[in-house]
């Protein structure tokens, strides 16, 4: 009984049940929502939300409650810059990425800077962040979509590439790696969870957590712009606000995966289901026809849960 109660309470179990039971619930209400291409195309849209993820998840598990509110606004700069850098050219695809992973990144250094040297707290340094960059896409933009994605691009996002998956879902896929290779076998992986657990005694044994952290944050800024080139390979072109709408997501996908608020646990493979099983939540909740407030409203609800079930664990999961 006790090794079936810690396995149904491990949030990687949680989170794959809970992808069933949501597919189950879709497939109930809407006949047809489990078919293979659905599946393909909530795939898709989890990508997404799980590469901007992957940035939020660095920064939890840094730390000194290290959560980054601007990752939405630096998915709309990402967009706008990739969009008018390609202006829907293929031969400027490389060059749009580099555009936009670079500038955000280089944001995401400001944040991480005025948390580390100016000691800000981390909600504050980022939701002002978010602040200044919105600003900058009004000024930028006036206030009307800029940019088109190339052909190319858009072909790799939304079009079968191999095996009936697009392109996106194998760059998913070369993150997780990527992540679990950082986290798992490498001298930074290891200092990120020491630091996470214990910033003191972290810095004891001679750990720059200054410079760690404030790669961090800059890390989290890359992967939002790199998910903004995502976002106008998915829809064409962008908006100022085209990235809000996963700030709140990207948070809910790394506590349902199991990383604690606290810091210094969990793993990205969690927070890959956390994305996978939040989309399909959306995609439940669009197809009951509930208002958009009422989403947000679930959102919330499911946050403030699992806070209460997995963020004050202290217990270093790797």
Known sequence: MHRARTILTDPLVLAALSILVLLGLGEAVSPGFARGDQIVR????????????AG??????????????????????GALLAGNVMSGQDGNILPAI?????????????????VTVLR????????GMAGVVQGALIAMS???PSGNAAPTLMAFVNR????????????????????????????????????????????????????????LYGLSGMFAGIAGVCV?????????????QYVLPSIIAVVIGGISLAGGTGNYFGVV???????????????????????????????????LLYGRTRQLRV
Not at 100 to 114: E, K, N, Q, R, Y
Not at 180 to 194: C, K, N, V
Not at 232 to 244: E, L
Not at 280 to 298: A, M
């Open 160 to 215: 079968p590439l191999v095996f009936g998956l697009p392109g996106i879902l194998f760059v998913w896929a070369l993150i997780a790696l990527a992540m679990w290779f950082l986290l798992r076998r490498t001298t930074l992986g290891y200092a990120i969870y020491a630091m996470g657990s214990n910033e003191r005694a972290a810095e004891f044994t001679g750990l720059p957590t200054r410079r760690l952290r404030t790669l």
């Open 142 to 144: 006036r206030g009307t």
């Open 98 to 114: 580099l555009v936009a992973g670079g500038v955000t990144f280089a944001i995401g250094i400001v944040s991480g800077l005025g």
């Open 120 to 127: 800000i707290p981390p909600l504050v340094m980022t939701l």
């Open 273 to 307: 289901l956390g994305a996978i099983a939040l989309t399909i939540l959306q995609s439940v909740l669009t197809t009951l026809q509930l208002e958009f407030w009422g989403r947000q409203l679930i959102f919330g609800a499911v946050l403030l849960a699992l806070m």
């Open 232 to 244: 106008i390979g998915y829809t064409g072109n962008s908006f100022i606000s085209v990235g809000d």
């Open 42 to 53: 909530l795939l898709t849209v989890s990508a997404i939300l799980g590469i901007v993820a």
């Open 56 to 77: 939020q998840s660095l920064v939890v598990i840094g730390g000194r409650e290290g959560i980054d509110l601007s990752v939405g606004a630096l998915i709309s700069l």
